[in-house]
């Protein structure tokens, strides 16, 4: 995608060398608390997880912010650390808030995928083909699950389902970095569903739920970011 043909992000959030100091730190430290996440999960160590979980998207929102991200972006980051918070609960009101928080995070990437545009008939030809076997990846998910879901859980997992396969397939327009990380995103929370639905689930459920997740918001961050920085590159050099 060209820098012409897409404005993804807030042009005008530029940072100062002086704040971009604190990206390498942030950064170490998100992937720092990954890790320990990780390592509680799948140890079984409840207490990391506890302490470590609710640090991710802090310090993955910080390092976004000081290397220019878009307030939406940050929004969106926020939201997913409020659904973590959230989801750390473990009954019925705490899971249906915490998927309330991450469908407005939702919502936030969606308005900011909204901002990029195809680039030529390939890529809407690119887009329309994803966007119809995720909506076909959704329909026979949902029809498979459906049976095993609880009754008072069908309803709002099905319209957050739609809005999350929607955010997927838009963040394609950002390349390839954010099309990986709606993917996962995906993934993760089908991993969810299908411990709700008591199917049968891989070793370690958990551990990879968290991974997929972690590696869906750090890829997400990334596109956008990625994009933001070719746009004012590009931007620079039609001034020149």
Known sequence: ?????????????????????????????????????LAGVLAGLDTLHLVAKPLL???????????????????????????????????????????????????????????????????????????????VVLVVFLVLIWPDLPAELRAPLTGYSLLLTAMAWRAGVLGRYAAAGGALFLLSDALIATGIAEWPRLPAPDFWVMLTYIAAQFLLALGVLTAARTAVDGGRGRGD
């Not at 060209?2 to 992937?31: H, K, Q, V, Y």
């Not at 991450?102 to 966007?131: I, K, N, W």
């Open 1 to 37: 995608m060209s820098a012409t043909a897409s404005r993804p992000t807030d042009p005008g959030r530029a940072t100062t060398p002086r704040a971009e100091r604190f990206a390498r730190p942030l950064l170490i430290a998100f992937l720092l608390a990954a890790a320990v996440d």
């Open 57 to 135: 998207m802090p310090l993955l929102a910080g390092y976004a912010a000081v290397r220019g991200g878009p307030r939406l972006l940050i929004a969106a980051l926020l939201f997913g650390w409020g659904g973590d918070v959230f989801l750390l609960a473990d009954n019925d009101l705490a899971f249906l808030l915490g998927m309330g928080s991450f469908a407005v995070g939702h919502v936030c990437y969606l308005t900011l995928f909204g901002r990029g545009r195809g680039q030529g008939h390939a890529r809407t030809r690119a887009s329309l083909a994803a966007g119809i076997a995720y909506a």
